[in-house]
T-cell receptor, first 115, second 113 residues
Framework: AQKITQTQPGMFVQEKEAVTLDCTYDTSDQSYGLFWYKQPSSGEMIFLIYQGSYDEQNATEGRYSLNFQKARKSANLVISASQLGDSAMYFCAMRSNSGYSTLTFGKGTMLLVSP | TAGITQAPTSQILAAGRSMTLRCTQD?????MYWYRQDLGLGLRLIHYSNTAGTTGKGEVPDGYSVSRANTDDFPLTLASAVPSQTSVYFC????????????FGPGTRLTVL
């Protein structure tokens, strides 16, 4: 069984600072994918970034990067230069590349960016 | 571009009544999914379908049924609603099962009284 753990229920950061949202995972699979989604107060789920378990480079998408440490089974999201619009709930998710290939989500971290 | 549409946006339902949540995608994605989101629990998979004509059970399937008669539609039915099914329901799709990210619909907020 897969499990995603997000230990930070809430995080606060000042505008323009960087912030790291933690995510650890548990799986016995060798091939898997890790995802981060953003959910603003409006409720929609927005895909941010993806990391494959065999990718040697950490994934980056604009101000988002994924700090992937395979041996530690962690996939932290780093947001550089935070903006007020980054205030949202952030979910880490994992997909096994065997079996039914469905996503398992963590419970989320609420990020609040202050001016 | 519409992507994924869900209907209704919100609904209040009496316990014991049945209801079908509708989900339609226009991206010709093979795989579709239903999740429920509850405060403090994140998103949990109810049912999924890797391709038209097939469905599978997720983490919390009890009390729900799905069908996948064609590629575009993936309705979720509550046969006899109970208050514990009060939640926000998200439909999602991906191009192929196990490939790429999942795209989410806007959600349906369901309250069962």
């Amino acid at each position: 069984a897969q499990k995603i753990t997000q230990t930070q229920p809430g995080m606060f950061v000042q505008e323009k600072e960087a912030v790291t949202l933690d995510c650890t995972y548990d799986t016995s699979d060798q091939s898997y994918g890790l995802f981060w989604y953003k959910q603003p107060s409006s409720g929609e789920m927005i895909f941010l970034i993806y990391q494959g378990s065999y990718d040697e480079q950490n994934a980056t998408e604009g101000r988002y990067s994924l700090n992937f440490q395979k041996a530690r089974k962690s996939a932290n999201l780093v947001i550089s230069a935070s903006q007020l619009g980054d205030s949202a709930m952030y979910f880490c998710a994992m997909r096994s590349n065997s079996g039914y290939s469905t996503l398992t989500f963590g419970k989320g971290t609420m990020l609040l960016v202050s001016p | 571009t519409a992507g994924i549409t869900q209907a209704p946006t919100s609904q209040i339902l009496a316990a014991g009544r049945s209801m079908t949540l509708r989900c339609t995608q226009d991206m010709r994605h093979n795989a579709m999914y239903w999740y429920r989101q509850d405060l403090g629990l994140g998103l949990r998979l109810i049912h999924y379908s890797n391709t038209a004509g097939t469905t599978g059970k997720g983490e919390v399937p009890d009390g729900y049924s799905v069908s996948r008669a064609n590629t575009d539609d993936f309705p979720l039915t509550l046969a006899s609603a109970v208050p514990s099914q009060t939640s926000v329901y998200f439909c999602a799709s991906s191009g192929l099962a196990g490939v790429g990210e999942q795209f989410f619909g806007p959600g349906t907020r369901l309250t069962v009284l």
